[in-house]
């Protein structure tokens, strides 16, 4: 499970004082990173990211589940989190059609989600600068 605090961390939906999320994915020739504001932890230890302009991440997912992202912001000195795991594609259904409502509702109308990717998190590792082992779960 993922410890709260690392939840909290990646629950931003743009909100102007949390720091961007950062997304990488893979085709099988390249890396791709984007940074994202629409994310959305869920009860179960899973997140929603928006997907409002981001076409290359939503094609290697789909080729390649494997996702990683990061959050890095600073308190009390540089700190983070490092996500890694598995990725859907959402188009369609209660999850995306609730997220794409809260999402044009923050947005004042401005932004409409294309699809929305349900990462399966499997490992969560700390940012802080630090010695030793910094895998959370």
Not at 42 to 65: A, C, K, W, Y
Not at 67 to 86: E, H, M, Q, S, T
Request: glycine share 6%; hydrophobic share 40%.
């Amino acid at each position: 499970m993922i410890p709260e605090e690392v939840l909290k961390a990646f629950d931003n939906l743009c909100h102007p004082e949390k720091p961007l999320v950062w997304v990488a994915t893979s085709s099988k020739d390249m890396p791709h990173l984007v940074p994202v504001c629409f994310v959305k932890a869920l009860d179960d230890g899973r997140l929603l990211i928006g997907n409002v302009f981001i076409s290359r991440t939503e094609q290697n997912i789909e080729s390649n589940p494997r996702i990683a992202l990061a959050v890095a912001f600073k308190r009390n000195g540089w700190d983070g989190y490092l996500l890694k795991g598995r990725a859907e594609v959402l188009k369609e259904g209660s999850l995306f059609d609730s997220f794409k409502q809260e999402v044009l509702e923050r947005s004042g109308g401005k932004r409409k989600l294309r699809s929305a990717l349900l990462v399966s998190v499997e490992e969560v590792y700390s940012l802080a600068p630090r010695k030793g082992n910094k895998r959370l779960v």
